[in-house]
């Protein structure tokens, strides 16, 4: 946007300066070299009226009557050639050669009087008015790019700060009001993306009060039911029973921590902000949480932020999420497990995060349901995948199986403009710290 509002306005600036400066560079030549033909035309016709009166008072005619005409208070000194009615010659100043202005002029008694100037003075003369032209002509074209760097900036800010609101809108999240820019066009785009906001924000609201509720409102019969399953247990002489009860607690067990998952996710979304999060701080926070388990298991954990760019997320959901893609790498995966991120190549807009390690990776029937509800390669409720992958697309990115084995889990977010502080167009949070539990899938 700003590159391309300065090519506008530098281009209307050099087509205004070549359709003004040109014809008055040349119109500015020619008044100069005209002007001076007229003074010159004027000086020859002062030295005619003057060789007529000698001629008429019967004065004779000598090269010292043409002094006074050759400078004087003239610019250019001129050569002068007199022939008198008898065929007499009277010379006065410079001799000329080559490219020469003149003029003649012929008095009543047959005089001819004859006055050159040299035409590359008069031309120098002229290339100095067009230098002069040229310069104006430059200095215009630099205003004008100062202009437009100046304009661009001023129409190209408030439209960042426009996407910014806009992504942060795309993520559910509300966004404070933006200041007016004084553009009537943003300002008006800006306050209809206000009152989608709103609008969105409450249904947003209403649907996570209701996942909420409908958690709660779950566990208190499935902890009574819990119970009663438990004193059958606990009572029952049959092994049949027995046998069947136990399952129905597996089973039960396993819906009551989908129904804690879902109430921590409504809790997390309720609450959570898409900021400019510094990938590093979150890597420590990581690195500080997972490091302990990956020794005891004999393995490494590697984090390494090479992209160095602040991306737009929310804190608690992108912890979350590089929590879980590392404690599957833990559970299931070998060697040394690696979480490297990289710019996006291209459009520069985004940051990629991938998280490899070097066990056997995923097999080829579980690879297109990986992030699948429900589905998992092992022991647990397949949640955690989907979840995570829930979390990234509402902060605007995505997450995919990149490769398959070797695994690489590849997390996508969006990054802010380098040439923009992070902290003033989205002020960072405070990072959370999610708590070493085992998650289930």
């Known amino acids: 946007m700003r590159r391309r509002a300065i090519q506008m306005i530098v281009v209307a600036v050099t087509v205004a300066v070549l359709i003004l400066g040109v014809p008055m560079a040349v119109f500015g030549g020619l008044f100069v070299w005209e002007a001076e033909k007229a003074t010159l035309d004027l000086r020859a016709s002062n030295l005619g009226r003057t060789v007529e009166r000698r001629i008429s008072l019967g004065e004779e005619l000598d090269d010292a009557m043409l002094e006074p005409f050759v400078g004087g208070n003239v610019q250019h000194e001129a050569a002068i050639l007199v022939r008198g009615p008898q065929g ?43 230098v002069l032209i040229v310069a104006g002509a430059l200095a215009a074209e630099a205003v004008g790019v100062v202009v437009a760097r100046r304009q661009a900036r001023r129409l190209s800010a408030p439209l960042i700060y ?19 820019s004084g553009v009537e066009e943003i300002d008006l785009v800006a306050a209809e993306l206000a ?16 996942a909420a509720d409908a958690s709660h409102q779950l566990r208190t019969p499935l902890t009574a039911l819990s119970m009663r399953l438990e004193e059958i247990l606990a009572v029952s002489d049959q092994e049949e029973v027995r046998e069947e009860a136990r399952v129905s607690l597996e089973q039960l067990e396993r819906l009551t921590g989908v129904v804690e998952d879902l109430l921590k996710t409504s809790r997390s979304s309720a609450g959570g902000t898409t900021e400019a999060v510094h990938l590093d701080e979150l890597f420590a926070q990581q690195q500080l949480e997972w490091a302990p388990s990956f020794e005891q298991a004999g393995r490494r954990l ?16 992108l912890a979350q999420v590089l929590a879980t893609l590392i404690e599957n790498s833990l559970k299931y995966g070998a060697g040394t497990t690696t979480v490297r991120t990289r710019a996006a190549t291209g459009t520069g807009k985004g940051v990629f995060i991938d998280v490899a390690d070097e066990g056997p990776g995923v097999s080829d029937d579980l690879a297109p349901d990986i992030f699948t509800k429900h589905v998992s390669g092992g022991s647990g409720t397949g949640l955690g995948l989907a979840l995570a992958k829930d979390l990234v697309a509402a902060d605007g990115g995505r997450l995919e199986l990149r490769q398959r084995r070797p695994p690489i889990f590849t ?13 003033v167009v989205l002020p960072q949070g405070a990072l959370v710290t999610v708590g070493r539990r085992r998650r289930r899938r």
Do not use: C
């Open 88 to 130: 007499g010659e009277f010379r006065a100043g410079p001799a000329m050669e080559g490219h020469v202005l003149q003029s003649l002029q012929i008095t009543p008694s047959g005089a001819t009087v004859r006055m050159y100037v040299d035409a590359s003075d008069v031309q120098w003369q002229v290339a100095r008015v067009v």
């Open 162 to 180: 426009l996407a910014a609101s806009a992504e942060q809108l795309g993520s559910g999240q509300v966004r404070p009001r933006m200041k007016p």
């Open 195 to 210: 009152r989608s906001s709103d609008r969105m924000a409450g249904r947003l609201a209403a649907e996570r009060q209701f």
């Open 302 to 317: 590697v984090l390494d932020d090479a992209a160095g760019a602040a991306v737009l997320a929310s804190p608690g959901s």
């Open 411 to 423: 997390v996508f977010l969006n990054s802010l403009p380098a040439a923009l502080d992070p902290d």
